[in-house]
């Protein structure tokens, strides 16, 4: 089974497991759309890859750390979306949670969804119970206080911020959490693993930033310009355009040094430097370089 | 120590935890401010008597249990309180998250709650590993879908709702949340405990109703007649309010019954008569059986 597929059903499973009847219709429903179709799925990817990388030996375990984390990453999307923060009307070319099911049940549908990604990680661990309070401690320190996704978000709240604090909460630590669940699900060390996810999340914050000021709305499904016009701290806003893209590039060869020498190594390096590619296209880089040199 | 104080420690020191230099201050804050002070901290209470009912073996792990339950509750307040729910301004006699700190940080402090509920959990169950996933599993199941306290909420989305099930999903799912996990954190039999908290949480939100009739604002803290004004489900609205305080009573006398022989029984009786006092004290009861037989 392929990488990808393996990740949607045990998203799927996790999910189902609690849509029995008698629930609240509409709750479950808005869960699966914020759930699928998904995005890259490249925390998820993240985890796997780096659980393959150090053995693998309980795929159950690995499978619910992968889940867990995409769940908050949906969680995040969704509670991003609300009017208070971006207002967004879409997400994924699809209608967002506020816009298809109102701001009360896209509030809830992200509580829920960060529940479940505890429940998740709790229900995966019957054969290794003795990796469960590592992982979940690891998984709610990329989300929580004080170095999470929320405190993350919570900084576009505070009137000073420092834009390397911000974007490692905001993207990074979730990635970080991606890479030390992977390692530690597979019975690895964890803390090894971190400085790669810590790297490819800053790189995709501001591969992030770099798309919000060149692509256009089809391909990346929500408005753009929003950084700017929300007056949120950004890469691009803060380097100019090529800067950030001298940012990313460096961030991602940061990220391919950072990876532990095992087995799985060069898998993991071709993996990132695909990754970077579709984040931040070559001919898009070459493109403003040769504006910035006319 | 007496169990208030317990708990009022055990939340200090799962939040101070999390409380390190360079996170964002005003989510510090307005965490702070939506656990402190506290409310009658009914649920941590009843999972400590229940713990200690159970002999209480491991008094760390019933503390985490006990700490999960009050954060999940005050996330619950903090997220009910946003104006697409309540918009209340004021909780607990003070101003609610959402009037002191705004509403993306009233979003933020409900996730990093939720969070810091399974963090506080695993952290607690450093001498009973395997004790971990059955708690993780109780308390999310208290919380999350189908019928946790946030599907509960969802109840409100729905054009169509019974009103028990969203009684029992709203305020029951902690309560019997509360004294599952009491007794799963001392090695008990968690399942036997479940009917006691059960029957208290839908008299509890049956208490709930009728005080939000009768009572006046200095009391309550907060807005008096809200769910009348939101058209929400209520026991007063459907029974009556003669109807729904003989329904307060039964729903005591059948939690009394439901607490298992053991040691610590008349303690706990004690405690619900008490408690149950506090909710919809007796005088009420006579003043209103006077006006309806006039």
């Not at 971006?86 to 816009?99: F, K, L, V």
């Not at 229900?123 to 119970?129: D, N, S, V």
């Not at 950072?258 to 493109?287: N, T, Y």
């Amino acid at each position: 089974m392929d990488t990808l597929t393996r990740i949607e059903q045990a998203l799927d499973a996790a999910i189902s497991a609690h849509e029995v009847a008698g629930g609240p219709p509409r709750l479950t429903a808005a869960i699966r759309h914020a759930v699928f179709p998904g995005g890259a799925r490249i925390r998820p990817q993240l985890t796997l890859a780096v659980a393959m990388a150090c053995g693998d030996d309980d795929p159950a375990l690995a499978d619910a750390a992968a889940v867990a984390l995409e769940l908050l990453h949906c969680a995040s999307l969704v509670h991003d979306d609300l009017p208070c923060f971006d207002d967004a009307a879409t997400r994924r070319g699809r209608p967002s949670i506020q816009a298809a099911f109102g701001q009360p049940l896209a509030v809830l549908a992200g509580d829920a969804l960060i529940v479940l990604a505890f429940q998740a990680l709790a229900a995966g661990a019957g054969r290794r119970p003795e990796r469960l309070a590592s992982l979940v401690g690891i998984v709610a320190a990329g989300t929580g206080m004080p170095f999470g996704i929320v405190a993350g978000q919570a900084w576009e709240c505070e009137p000073r911020v420092v834009l390397s604090d911000y974007q490692r909460a905001k993207t990074g630590a979730l990635f970080a959490a991606a890479t030390e669940a992977g390692a530690q699900a597979a019975g690895g060390d964890g803390k090894r693993w971190r400085a790669l996810g810590d790297r490819l999340g800053e790189a995709y914050q501001v591969a992030d930033d770099i798309r919000d000021v060149l692509s256009d709305p089809a391909m990346l499904g929500k408005p753009v310009g929003q950084d700017a016009s929300l007056g949120r701290p950004s890469a691009a806003n803060q380097l100019g355009l090529d800067g950030a893209i001298r940012h990313f590039e460096s961030l991602v060869a940061g990220a391919i040094e950072a990876i532990p020498e095992c087995a799985g190594a060069s898998r993991l390096r071709a993996l990132v430097r695909m990754e970077s590619e579709r984040l931040v296209p070559k001919a898009w880089c070459d493109d403003v370089a040769r504006r910035v040199v006319a």
